[in-house]
């Protein structure tokens, strides 16, 4: 087809498709259990450069452990993760969560975990900390260098909170906002680690119709405007077909189909696994 | 009408993290300082200087190190008087045994000894949370007084155990009248609340509140759980540490590992829970109230027993007073847990409407 | 090593110990039922004791009165505590409880000498603190019968409670409420009356340890102190087990003892030797529950009976 036949939505994803890279983060074979009771078994899939992959599944699936696996949260059993930053790969059995948000990975959680007693803008300078240098002596004594580095990641915190548009209620103590205003904030920290692989874990959860188009507007602006590797868990579908990339489906832990949103969709294994269909 | 912002922008980022954004704070700030450190000192009576003004800046230090730790940390501790006593005995041993040392470094060195000690008792923090932390700075809390009244040399092996404190003298000059020990401590102080506030509005401050709030999420997010709270330990004590020197050099002049006790901890506490939680200007409020309400209710018994023609013993007046401060604490923690510094700034709100009710 | 001395000592620990356990059983009761950690415990002791003591001494009560009637003003001091301090505070994180129970504390016991008096006070009750005849006789090993006696009371009360908790409706009630406040809510459990019943059970139970602790070390401000002894026994036991208050109660009282009397001796020499100085280990006691605990707590957070503490994100 021609460019100038295809529709509008066509053409997005035919766009956003040329961007999409080469791999850059591998999981294979990753079993996660706890006591008796297993997470994740012999888990494979790997995610592209720039693109959105998207992780769903019916509840209890293993969703959010994969997640936690992918930040280091939780350690696997077995299994690699392997990472591509720059041209080397990196191999992981256990890496800690430290370490992965070293790396560029950074993720909003399912309950937000945000700093309840401190501002919008304090906590999404806590983003910023590992790009911060100064000792603690600099920061007491305010002189050159340590006021030079605040007022530096300032500006680069101003730039996330512009972009999110929550410019308003930056002084605003985040135990004080509403939930899809915290979702937001949290969002923005993530993104204020400037990472290069983002986890997004149910970003639209417990929003309006409203909110679920801003969040999916700023999900897709950061992918266009950062270039930023996305993988998100979602369980609205519609979200899922409109803004990922590829899909990866589990159920009680195992894989069970990876492809397009429109391949995964009209997938018989997962249509049974939804309606619950034994198997 | 006083207090309007209507007029002052901020276009930089550095006037917006000023400590005192609004130029009406500022010019306060200015008078009060103007009158700590030139009005008081040549008006002030003796009585005022040596019992009430200069305590309250020991205790404000004390309350500020104990703030950084349980207030912006979030890690409770019960041991406060303890890192004072090691700052009050090794100051001294430090002027008695390396007298070329000079007075400033002293202190600074017993400070930097408090802090070891506080990271030493700190460390259980990497592993237990909450009360069962307060275990652990107890146990600092209890070994310490008896390791300064057990081991003499800390005492310089007085029967007593109690030490006096030597001259406080810096390059030449002899801070030997109430007058000039006050400013010495004021100066002290000033500096080290300065120090704070800057501590705690960078990183520092935030990985610390981060840690308080949530520390599962601070670490996962980058921020470094034995650094931090190691060093929020460390620089609690060393705060501490500073005010101990300071307590026995210029305003006790004598003391003995006894007056470090629990009380003195909890005492300290208080006046964070009544002063504000994780606020600079709350330690200092706190520090006052606790200071001048004795003293305010000894005025009042005074008047009361005039009037009932009786004299009201020693022991009810202490008794109402350890009643009152209870009943305090739990008003506050019920009212507003934010303590005074929040009703200072529900004020200011208030003020900035004026005359308008809202 | 003298093995009757060290038995003597060990016996000696290990009743003490079962004082402790007496104070303990109140905070476990308090934390298990409202996750209220009651540093006012200690003070309740204090209460309770000058309370039954005035009684008897001003009032002439005989003690089989005093003690109904004392039980009658915990009561009403239990309910008065939650109605003013726990309701206003019912969603607050524990930290901010805890506090307030401090500042109970300090409340209680200005109230309590203001009202009674600040003189330590001496408690009869009928059983004197000598070593039982048969015992020393034979084996050569003092035990007071003073101290057995309040160790057959601490069982029964550690064994009527253990009961009431696992099998009685208001037992189940309370553990309920422990769990989780806004589900015992939920299901219809009325929670006001539940704390109130439990700081009356606690203060029945401080009744009781004052009471014993009162006849042995006379009834002093110091009493409120106590309080602090039981942290120890508690982080060993278990914040919320009343097996794990004994058990945790007989281990510090134990180690405390022998620490105290054979640790000086043996280490004042080599210690001396090393710093240069005179070292004296003496009072070594103010500190050393502490210190067990700590370590305790960095190999088992939850003590030997508690629950695994587990933090999610």
Same mark, same amino acid.
């Given at each position: 087809? *021609?460019?100038?036949? +295809? #529709?509008?939505?066509?053409?997005?994803?035919?766009? /956003?498709?040329? %961007?999409?890279?080469?791999?850059? &983060?591998?999981?294979?074979?990753?079993?996660?259990?706890?006591?008796?009771?297993?997470?994740?078994?012999?888990?494979?899939?790997?995610?592209?450069?720039?693109?959105?992959?998207?992780?769903?599944?019916?509840?209890?699936?293993?969703?959010?452990?994969?997640?936690?696996?992918?930040?280091?949260?939780?350690?696997?059993?077995?299994?690699?993760?392997?990472?591509?930053?720059?041209?080397?790969?990196?191999?992981?059995?256990?890496?800690?969560?430290?370490?992965?948000?070293?790396?560029?990975?950074?993720?909003?959680?399912?309950?937000?975990? *945000?700093?309840?007693? +401190? #501002?919008?803008?304090?906590?999404?300078?806590?983003? /910023?900390?590992? %790009?911060?240098?100064?000792?603690? &002596?600099?920061?007491?004594?305010?002189?050159?260098?340590?006021?030079?580095?605040?007022?530096?990641?300032?500006?680069?915190?101003?730039?996330?909170?512009?972009?999110?548009?929550?410019?308003?209620?930056?002084?605003?103590?985040?135990?004080?906002?509403?939930?899809?205003?915290?979702?937001?904030?949290?969002?923005?920290?993530?993104?204020?680690?400037?990472?290069?692989?983002?986890?997004?874990?149910?970003?639209?959860?417990?929003?309006?119709?409203?909110?679920?188009?801003?969040?999916?507007?700023?999900?897709?602006?950061?992918?266009?405007?950062?270039?930023?590797?996305?993988?998100?868990?979602?369980?609205?579908?519609?979200?899922?077909?409109?803004?990922?990339?590829?899909?990866?489906?589990?159920?009680?832990?195992?894989?069970?189909?990876?492809?397009?949103?429109?391949?995964?969709?009209?997938?018989?294994?997962?249509?049974?696994?939804?309606?619950?269909?034994?198997? | 009408?006083?207090?309007?912002?209507?007029?002052?922008?901020?276009?930089?980022?550095?006037?917006?993290?000023?400590?005192?954004?609004?130029?009406?704070?500022?010019?306060?700030?200015?008078?009060?300082?103007?009158?700590?450190?030139?009005?008081?000192?040549?008006?002030?009576?003796?009585?005022?200087?040596?019992?009430?003004?200069?305590?309250?800046?020991?205790?404000?230090?004390?309350?500020?190190?104990?703030?950084?730790?349980?207030?912006?940390?979030?890690?409770?501790?019960?041991?406060?008087?303890?890192?004072?006593?090691?700052?009050?005995?090794?100051?001294?041993?430090?002027?008695?045994?390396?007298?070329?040392?000079?007075?400033?470094?002293?202190?600074?060195?017993?400070?930097?000894?408090?802090?070891?000690?506080?990271?030493?008792?700190?460390?259980?923090?990497?592993?237990?949370?909450?009360?069962?932390?307060?275990?652990?700075?107890?146990?600092?809390?209890?070994?310490?007084?008896?390791?300064?009244?057990?081991?003499?040399?800390?005492?310089?092996?007085?029967?007593?155990?109690?030490?006096?404190?030597?001259?406080?003298?810096?390059?030449?000059?002899?801070?030997?009248?109430?007058?000039?020990?006050?400013?010495?401590?004021?100066?002290?102080?000033?500096?080290?609340?300065?120090?704070?506030?800057?501590?705690?509005?960078?990183?520092?401050?935030?990985?610390?509140?981060?840690?308080?709030?949530?520390?599962?999420?601070?670490?996962?997010?980058?921020?470094?759980?034995?650094?931090?709270?190691?060093?929020?330990?460390?620089?609690?004590?060393?705060?501490?540490?500073?005010?101990?020197?300071?307590?026995?050099?210029?305003?006790?002049?004598?003391?003995?590992?006894?007056?470090?006790?629990?009380?003195?901890?909890?005492?300290?506490?208080?006046?964070?829970?009544?002063?504000?939680?994780?606020?600079?200007?709350?330690?200092?409020?706190?520090?006052?109230?606790?200071?001048?309400?004795?003293?305010?209710?000894?005025?009042?018994?005074?008047?009361?027993?005039?009037?009932?023609?009786?004299?009201?013993?020693?022991?009810?007046?202490?008794?109402?007073?350890?009643?009152?401060?209870?009943?305090?604490?739990?008003?506050?923690?019920?009212?507003?847990?934010?303590?005074?510094?929040?009703?200072?700034?529900?004020?200011?709100?208030?003020?900035?409407?004026?005359?308008?009710?809202? | 090593?003298?093995?009757?001395?060290?038995?003597?000592?060990?016996?000696?620990?290990?009743?003490?110990?079962?004082?402790?356990?007496?104070?303990?059983?109140?905070?476990?009761?308090?934390?298990?039922?409202?996750?209220?950690?009651?540093?006012?415990?200690?003070?309740?002791?204090?209460?309770?004791?000058?309370?039954?003591?005035?009684?008897?001494?001003?009032?002439?009560?005989?003690?089989?009165?005093?003690?109904?009637?004392?039980?009658?003003?915990?009561?009403?001091?239990?309910?008065?505590?939650?109605?003013?301090?726990?309701?206003?505070?019912?969603?607050?994180?524990?930290?901010?409880?805890?506090?307030?129970?401090?500042?109970?504390?300090?409340?209680?016991?200005?109230?309590?000498?203001?009202?009674?008096?600040?003189?330590?006070?001496?408690?009869?009750?009928?059983?004197?603190?000598?070593?039982?005849?048969?015992?020393?006789?034979?084996?050569?090993?003092?035990?007071?019968?003073?101290?057995?006696?309040?160790?057959?009371?601490?069982?029964?009360?550690?064994?009527?409670?253990?009961?009431?908790?696992?099998?009685?409706?208001?037992?189940?009630?309370?553990?309920?409420?422990?769990?989780?406040?806004?589900?015992?809510?939920?299901?219809?459990?009325?929670?006001?009356?539940?704390?109130?019943?439990?700081?009356?059970?606690?203060?029945?139970?401080?009744?009781?340890?004052?009471?014993?602790?009162?006849?042995?070390?006379?009834?002093?401000?110091?009493?409120?102190?106590?309080?602090?002894?039981?942290?120890?026994?508690?982080?060993?036991?278990?914040?919320?087990?009343?097996?794990?208050?004994?058990?945790?109660?007989?281990?510090?009282?134990?180690?405390?003892?022998?620490?105290?009397?054979?640790?000086?001796?043996?280490?004042?020499?080599?210690?001396?030797?090393?710093?240069?100085?005179?070292?004296?280990?003496?009072?070594?006691?103010?500190?050393?529950?502490?210190?067990?605990?700590?370590?305790?707590?960095?190999?088992?957070?939850?003590?030997?009976?508690?629950?695994?503490?587990?933090?999610?994100?």
């Amino acid at each position: 087809m *021609l460019q100038s036949e +295809m #529709s509008a939505a066509q053409l997005q994803q035919h766009v /956003r498709a040329q %961007r999409i890279g080469d791999v850059n &983060l591998s999981v294979e074979n990753v079993s996660l259990a706890f006591g008796g009771v297993k997470a994740l078994t012999d888990v494979s899939f790997d995610v592209r450069e720039h693109e959105v992959r998207a992780i769903i599944g019916p509840n209890g699936a293993g969703k959010s452990s994969m997640l936690n696996v992918l930040n280091g949260v939780y350690h696997p059993q077995q299994g690699t993760i392997r990472l591509r930053q720059g041209g080397d790969w990196r191999e992981f059995h256990d890496m800690d969560s430290h370490e992965a948000a070293a790396m560029g990975i950074a993720r909003t959680f399912q309950n937000i975990a *945000l700093f309840r007693g +401190m #501002s919008v803008l304090d906590n999404i300078m806590t983003g /910023r900390n590992l %790009r911060m240098r100064c000792s603690f &002596l600099e920061q007491a004594l305010w002189l050159g260098r340590a006021k030079r580095e605040e007022l530096e990641h300032r500006h680069s915190v101003e730039e996330v909170i512009d972009f999110l548009e929550i410019q308003h209620i930056r002084k605003t103590p985040v135990g004080q906002l509403p939930y899809g205003l915290q979702k937001r904030v949290e969002l923005g920290r993530a993104l204020a680690a400037e990472p290069t692989l983002l986890l997004l874990d149910e970003p639209m959860a417990g929003m309006n119709m409203e909110e679920k188009q801003d969040m999916c507007r700023f999900v897709l602006d950061v992918n266009d405007h950062y270039g930023t590797t996305i993988v998100l868990i979602e369980h609205d579908m519609g979200v899922v077909m409109d803004i990922s990339d590829r899909v990866v489906v589990l159920d009680y832990g195992r894989k069970i189909a990876d492809g397009t949103p429109d391949g995964v969709r009209s997938n018989q294994a997962v249509i049974d696994a939804y309606l619950g269909v034994t198997h | 009408m006083l207090y309007r912002e209507a007029g002052q922008f901020r276009t930089t980022y550095a006037e917006d993290q000023q400590i005192f954004p609004i130029r009406q704070d500022r010019v306060a700030v200015v008078v009060l300082l103007v009158a700590a450190f030139v009005v008081v000192p040549l008006v002030g009576n003796q009585y005022w200087l040596s019992a009430i003004l200069t305590p309250f800046l020991i205790y404000s230090l004390a309350a500020l190190g104990l703030n950084i730790l349980t207030g912006y940390a979030g890690q409770l501790s019960l041991g406060t008087a303890a890192f004072m006593a090691v700052g009050a005995f090794m100051s001294f041993n430090f002027v008695l045994r390396a007298p070329w040392l000079g007075i400033i470094p002293s202190f600074i060195l017993a400070g930097l000894c408090a802090a070891a000690v506080g990271i030493v008792f700190g460390l259980p923090s990497l592993r237990i949370k909450g009360f069962y932390l307060a275990v652990a700075t107890l146990a600092c809390q209890f070994f310490v007084v008896w390791a300064l009244q057990r081991f003499g040399w800390f005492s310089n092996y007085s029967p007593s155990g109690v030490i006096a404190a030597q001259e406080v003298v810096i390059l030449g000059y002899a801070f030997n009248t109430p007058a000039s020990k006050y400013m010495l401590t004021l100066i002290i102080v000033t500096l080290m609340a300065l120090a704070a506030k800057n501590l705690m509005r960078s990183e520092t401050g935030r990985a610390f509140m981060a840690v308080r709030d949530m520390d599962v999420a601070a670490s996962v997010i980058g921020i470094p759980m034995m650094k931090t709270k190691l060093l929020a330990f460390a620089i609690s004590s060393f705060y501490c540490g500073v005010a101990g020197a300071l307590h026995a050099f210029t305003y006790l002049g004598q003391v003995e590992p006894e007056a470090y006790s629990l009380e003195l901890s909890f005492r300290i506490l208080f006046m964070i829970i009544i002063g504000g939680v994780g606020s600079i200007l709350g330690s200092f409020l706190g520090a006052g109230f606790i200071i001048v309400f004795p003293i305010f209710l000894n005025l009042l018994f005074g008047g009361v027993s005039h009037l009932i023609g009786d004299e009201i013993s020693h022991a009810v007046l202490s008794n109402v007073e350890t009643m009152i401060f209870g009943g305090l604490i739990v008003f506050f923690l019920i009212v507003e847990p934010h303590g005074l510094a929040r009703l200072w700034q529900v004020a200011k709100e208030k003020l900035r409407l004026w005359p308008f009710p809202h | 090593m003298d093995l009757s001395f060290f038995l003597e000592v060990l016996l000696g620990g290990l009743l003490a110990g079962v004082m402790y356990s007496l104070v303990a059983l109140g905070f476990v009761l308090i934390y298990k039922a409202s996750g209220v950690f009651n540093f006012a415990q200690g003070a309740m002791v204090f209460f309770a004791a000058l309370t039954f003591v005035q009684l008897t001494k001003i009032f002439g009560m005989p003690m089989w009165l005093a003690f109904p009637v004392t039980l009658v003003v915990m009561v009403l001091f239990g309910i008065a505590t939650e109605k003013v301090v726990l309701r206003p505070l019912v969603n607050q994180p524990p930290i901010t409880l805890f506090m307030a129970t401090i500042g109970l504390t300090f409340f209680l016991e200005g109230f309590s000498q203001l009202v009674w008096g600040s003189q330590p006070h001496g408690l009869e009750l009928g059983i004197p603190d000598v070593p039982m005849e048969w015992l020393s006789q034979s084996s050569g090993i003092n035990i007071s019968q003073f101290d057995l006696f309040a160790a057959v009371v601490a069982g029964v009360l550690v064994a009527v409670l253990a009961l009431f908790f696992q099998y009685t409706r208001i037992g189940r009630a309370l553990r309920a409420v422990a769990d989780d406040h806004q589900a015992a809510l939920a299901v219809g459990i009325p929670l006001k009356h539940i704390w109130a019943i439990v700081w009356s059970v606690a203060g029945f139970v401080a009744l009781v340890a004052g009471l014993m602790w009162g006849a042995r070390n006379g009834v002093g401000y110091s009493l409120t102190f106590i309080a602090l002894k039981a942290l120890p026994v508690l982080i060993l036991g278990g914040f919320e087990s009343i097996p794990g208050a004994i058990i945790g109660g007989l281990i510090v009282g134990a180690s405390e003892k022998l620490a105290e009397v054979y640790l000086p001796p043996m280490l004042n020499a080599p210690l001396t030797e090393f710093f240069g100085g005179t070292v004296n280990l003496q009072g070594i006691e103010s500190w050393f529950a502490y210190v067990v605990a700590l370590l305790f707590l960095l190999v088992r957070p939850q003590g030997l009976f508690g629950e695994k503490i587990i933090d999610r994100v």
